[in-house]
């Protein structure tokens, strides 16, 4: 278990430098290049667009509460970041109403 | 030359809005992980003293607690943090400094850090390498911190943190929401969005990152080179 842990953590440690030391190794000369610019532009909104996706694999829209909770916390920082743009209120208070409906269940009563 | 009281108060002043959301997400990631991994506050504290990668952690819990490969976790782990691999290579120039400063600055650079970076000018006679080296640290330290005190704190006291892993939806909606706003051209979204529900119709949820990510990336690279490149 806590082997498993430890082999994790390293293996993390080692992406997360091979991923942050690469692009000043190898990509230097390459910056200008127009294809290292293009993929430099258009990767972060594929990733991102994926990532929510992925976070969002589990919701079933046919089995109650039909991912309300999620789509209701989701329009929740989505609608604050657009207003005011500060990271920490929109995650705070969207993660702070999902857990309220997630933990209470009101969201499945009321349907 | 060493960092001075100065220089310290100066970047310390300019960072406080990162530390603002670095201790407590630090503080989230440390709590989800001592209830949903299972194991020590120590594997908390010490994943985000040598991994330093938020989303990625965050993440991460999620794939320990379903006992993950450990070839998946650092696949994803790669995948996440090289969304932002192009960003560092235009500080490279600005970086005249010894090799192991470097090797921090490069370690410790994140969305934030970068954004602090290169928005803001160092108040006058003070060095410019030595002011980034000291907002990334201090930006790292509260990473860190927030993690130790969060993952305490879990193994303290019982709390139910159903719901909390919705954390990393928003950061990564409010990522999305940054991204939107710079792009301002649907395609890559449509794109992504197209890749990822096609690799959920097929391959259903086992894998569904990797998956989609490596078909939206070849699309990616298909349409820059048929444009290309522009």
Request: hydrophobic share 60%; charged share 10%.
């Amino acid at each position: 278990m806590n082997g498993y842990i430890l082999s994790a953590i390293l293996a993390m440690a080692a992406a997360t430098v091979v991923s942050r030391a690469a692009p000043f190794l190898f990509l230097g000369r390459w910056a200008a290049h127009p294809a290292v610019r293009f993929l430099g532009k258009a990767t972060p909104p594929v990733i991102l667009t994926l990532l929510v996706l992925y976070c969002l694999k589990g919701v079933s829209p046919t089995v109650p509460p039909y991912g309300l909770p999620e789509a209701v916390a989701l329009a929740l920082t989505v609608g604050l970041h657009l207003q005011w743009r500060n990271a920490l209120v929109s995650i705070g208070a969207g993660t702070g109403v999902y857990m309220a409906l997630v933990q209470s269940g009101i969201m499945s009563a009321v349907i | 030359m060493g960092f001075s009281p100065r220089l310290f108060a100066s970047a310390f002043h300019v960072t406080v809005p990162v530390i603002l959301g670095y201790f407590p997400l630090g503080f989230a990631f440390g709590l989800l992980f001592v209830d949903q991994v299972g194991a020590g506050w120590v594997y908390a504290f010490l994943m985000s003293l040598i991994v330093f990668a938020g989303a990625s952690q965050f993440l991460a819990v999620g794939l320990l607690a379903a006992g993950a490969g450990i070839a998946e976790i650092a696949a994803a782990t790669f995948v996440l943090n090289a969304r932002h691999a192009f960003f560092g290579v235009s500080l490279l120039e600005r970086w005249r400094t010894s090799p192991l400063k470097k090797i921090f600055l490069v370690y410790w650079l994140t969305d934030e850090t970068y954004a602090l970076i290169t928005s803001l000018k160092p108040p006058p006679d003070v060095e410019e390498t030595d002011f980034h080296l000291l907002i990334a640290g201090i930006n790292y330290a509260a990473w860190c911190a927030g993690s130790l005190a969060g993952a305490l704190a879990g193994e303290a006291i019982a709390f139910d943190t159903t719901g909390l892993d919705f954390t990393l939806t928003a950061l990564f909606a409010v990522l999305l929401v940054e991204q939107v706003r710079r792009v301002r051209e649907p395609f890559p979204f449509l794109l992504a969005l197209a890749a990822g529900l096609v690799t959920l119709a097929v391959f259903g949820t086992a894998n569904m990152l990797l998956i989609s990510i490596t078909l939206a990336l070849i699309l990616v690279v298909a349409d820059g080179a048929r444009r290309g490149w522009a």
